[in-house]
Antibody, heavy 119, light 106 residues
Framework: QVQLQESGPGLVKPSETLSLTCTVS????????WSWIRQPPGKGLEWIGY??????NYNPSLKSRVTISVDTSKNQFSLKLSSVTAADTAVYYC??????????????WGQGTLVTVSS | SYELTQPPSVSVSPGQTASITCSGD??????VSWYQQKPGQSPVLVIY???KRPSGIPERFSGSNSGNTATLTISGTQAMDEADYYC?????????FGGGTKLTVL
């Protein structure tokens, strides 16, 4: 069973870069769509972007500030979000599609990590 | 940008059928997934490719998608089904989520 675990600072200062890592266990990070999704407190889900075999795709509203990368040697993938503001305060989830034939449905989720942007 | 619209809330009595809609332009031409999220927990996939249930999801969860509207139906709704539900579709290579529907079982 695939498991995902987010890690990274829980507090980031405004204008700095948010950096999170997702460690994957129980399966290879090769292939599949590896996504980052966030949820501001009390609000809905927002897709940030994915990486698939080193190809990336980002939410147009965040594209200028987002970088997603993968480290296959560590079975990890990462998120960097630059120039953060209070509006970037959210629970950040890493996730993977359910299967290669499931139309990119997001079937595996990490437990989520709260990142607060504040000075 | 593509948008998915859900009702903010739906109420249902235990044992009855709950229907949650998700609307978007020509949504029937896209695959829709549905996610259940309980307070303090990560979302769980309950329906993918419009009508398919992942392993472990009860048969009372079903889905449909046609025209501009996708529907998640929960038959014989139980108290444990009380949660937020989100629809999601891919617009080209961008994932789009609906705003979410709070299902209350009362």
């Amino acid at each position: 069973q695939v498991q995902l675990q987010e890690s990274g600072p829980g507090l980031v200062k405004p204008s700095e870069t948010l950096s999170l890592t997702c460690t994957v266990s129980g399966g290879s990070i090769n292939s599949y769509y590896w996504s980052w999704i966030r949820q501001p407190p009390g609000k809905g889900l927002e897709w940030i972007g994915y990486i698939y075999n080193s190809d990336t795709n980002y939410n147009p509203s965040l594209k200028s500030r987002v970088t997603i990368s993968v480290d296959t040697s560590k079975n990890q993938f990462s998120l960097k979000l630059s120039s953060v503001t209070a509006a970037d305060t959210a629970v950040y989830y890493c996730a993977r599609d359910y299967s290669s034939v499931a139309g990119r449905a997001i079937g595996y989720w990490g437990q989520g990590t709260l990142v607060t942007v504040s000075s | 940008s593509y948008e998915l619209t859900q009702p903010p809330s739906v109420s249902v009595s235990p044992g009855q059928t709950a229907s949650i809609t998700c609307s978007g332009d020509k949504l029937g031409n896209k695959y829709v997934s549905w996610y259940q999220q309980k307070p303090g927990q990560s979302p769980v996939l309950v329906i993918y490719q419009d009508t398919k249930r992942p392993s472990g999801i009860p048969e009372r969860f079903s889905g449909s998608n046609s025209g501009n509207t996708a529907t998640l139906t929960i038959s014989g709704t139980q108290a444990m089904d009380e949660a937020d539900y989100y629809c999601q579709a891919w617009d080209s290579s961008t994932a789009v989520f609906g705003g979410g529907t709070k299902l209350t079982v009362l």
